[in-house]
């Protein structure tokens, strides 16, 4: 009766010690995790712009950059860059669709998108600022944007018919101004097809946003191929839309929009 009992208490004190071991080695492993860098990918979608401004980004902040040229000189002075090349087409929305279809299984922890334009204006270049003060701390989705009832209940309403790009030295080289309407027009009937009854609550502009990747893939790839087809043309007005919607497209936090 005795070698049972005993027994039993070494069979107890066999199965607490393996839990204690799992449990001990589920806590390393997490604070290991823990203490590992995250990645940041930079990806600058360029057409034309001089870039330099690129080296005003902290470059122990990101891992690597890659330059999606779609015209102009394609060797740039830029440490660890990569460069691709894309059609013209769509503008900068384009080309984040496009990274991010192409990426889909192996995206950064974050990805830091920029316009070769980020640099080109006073707002543009305070809103590249703020995200890198922002990331420098905080690894996360951040986006810069409108919260107010008028501007969206205006950006519901909008639809555009021509338009020319904003950068001087740009629209001399494509002067292009009409452009392919959206299937669904005006803004609202777009919207409320592609993201069932969500309600909008962030209104940006200027395609600075900076997106991490369990935001990106809380959709699936299918979803971005489908908008990557509607970007797929020179100059269409669906850019206009996505323009202002990002925050909706990559389903970050409500609180990670932070008020313009």
């Known amino acids: 009766m005795a070698k049972r009992s005993y027994s039993k208490l070494y069979a107890i004190i066999l199965l607490t010690l ?3 071991a799992v ?15 995250s990645t940041m990918d930079l990806v600058v979608a360029r057409y034309e712009e001089d870039i330099s401004w690129v080296k005003n980004i902290p470059e122990n902040l990101y891992s690597r950059i890659i330059i999606y040229n779609k015209g102009g000189e394609a060797e740039f002075d830029l440490p660890k860059s990569t460069v691709k090349a894309l059609p013209n087409f769509g503008r900068e929305s384009h080309t984040y669709l496009h990274h991010v279809i192409d990426n889909y299984d192996s995206l950064a922890d974050i990805t830091f998108f920029l316009p070769g334009s980020a640099w080109t204006r006073g707002d543009k270049q305070e809103r590249v600022q703020r ?32 338009w020319t790009v904003t950068n001087e030295e740009n629209r001399r080289k494509n002067p292009e101004s009409s452009l ?17 009854g969500d309600s909008m609550n962030c209104v940006s502009f200027t395609g600075i946003i900076a997106v991490s990747r369990d935001d990106i893939l809380k959709r699936p790839k299918e979803f971005y191929e489908g908008l990557y087809q509607e970007h797929s043309h020179t100059n269409p007005e669906v850019v206009h839309y996505s323009e202002r919607v990002w925050k909706h497209i990559f389903s970050i936090d409500d609180d990670k929009c932070l008020h313009q």
Request: charged share 30%; aromatic share 14%; proline share 4%.
């Open 180 to 196: 392919t309407p959206s299937l669904d027009r005006p803004l609202r009937s777009w919207f409320e097809k592609r993201f069932n």
């Open 23 to 37: 449990l001990y080695y589920l806590s390393v492993k997490e604070a290991f995790q823990d203490t590992q860098p």
């Open 131 to 162: 995200i890198v003060e922002y990331l420098k701390t905080k690894r996360t989705s951040v986006i810069i944007g409108h919260k107010d009832d008028r501007m969206i209940n205006d950006t519901y309403n909008f639809s555009i018919d021509t």
């Open 18 to 20: 393996m839990i204690c």
